[in-house]
């Protein structure tokens, strides 16, 4: 299933994963846009995370196929077909990350969690550190750099999630309920930090969301339910916070 005019980064056909004879997926069709922002949504059980998982490369479907197209900064992979190293690589390398509770290592601080991302996929310290602090920076974490997680608020942590999943300039970002465990104005500012900071680069931002909110800032809405697409909708994101500061990012990252 597609409802996108851009070109295609992440195919995906039949995608099937079930447990215990359960579907958690059962039969998804779907090809992602390089560029687009695409949200996927469904009531609890529906599937959401399990496909997020699959696509990348997380876990592996039981059936179907899912196939990473060229750009001029990955080469093409079928992600059902590599053994756990392959995607481990794809992981650390062309995906990038953010979660509902960031999942960064406490016992850190808000710089070398950054950099740490940047040095696995094969960065000198000294230059995983730099591009780690101008990620911080762009983010408005200056000045919070040194701190470690805990003593963050759940705005700050997000963004150094945020900062530690672009710092490798993935070509796609995969976040798992990113602004769940936020109130709604810090939850504003972190999904427009997130979107300008994939789509404003011209990388491919998808997020599950439970919160229309998130979904309407989105240019493209998947819904599911009991394993499969039930629809599959273009949208015009809401506001222009988006496009104002994609060229900003566009501009620092050149």
């Not at 800032?217 to 500061?245: E, F, H, K, T, Y």
């Amino acid at each position: 299933m597609t409802n996108t005019q851009l070109p295609a980064i992440i195919t995906s056909s039949n995608v099937t994963k079930h447990y215990n004879q359960t579907y958690a997926l059962a039969g998804v069709d779907l090809t992602i846009g390089l560029g687009e922002s695409l949200a996927i949504m469904g009531p609890s059980g529906s599937g959401k995370t399990t496909l997020l998982h699959c696509l990348a490369g997380i876990i592996r479907p039981d059936e179907g196929t899912i196939r990473l197209l060229p750009t001029d900064r990955s080469a093409a992979a079928e992600v059902t077909s590599l053994k756990e190293k392959g995607r481990t690589a794809l992981r650390r390398e062309v995906f990038g990350f953010v979660f509902q509770q960031g999942l960064l290592l406490p016992e850190l601080t808000a710089l070398d969690n950054v950099a740490l991302a940047a040095m696995l996929s094969g960065l000198k310290r000294t230059d995983a550190t730099e591009h780690a602090r101008a990620w911080l920076q762009r983010l408005g974490l200056a000045e919070h750099l040194n701190k470690r997680i805990g003593q963050l608020s759940g705005g700050q942590a997000q963004r150094v999630a945020i900062a530690r999943a672009q710092v490798t300039q993935p070509v796609v970002t995969f976040a798992d309920e990113p602004t769940g465990a936020l109130d709604s104005s810090t939850s504003s500012e972190v999904l427009s930090e997130l979107l300008a900071s994939t789509t404003g680069r011209g990388s491919t931002l998808v997020v599950v969301t439970h919160d229309e909110t998130v979904a309407a800032r989105c240019s493209r809405i998947v819904r599911l339910a009991d394993g499969r697409i039930v629809s599959d909708s273009a949208n015009q994101p809401m506001g222009n916070d988006q496009r104002v500061q994609s060229s900003q990012y566009v501009q620092n990252n050149r």
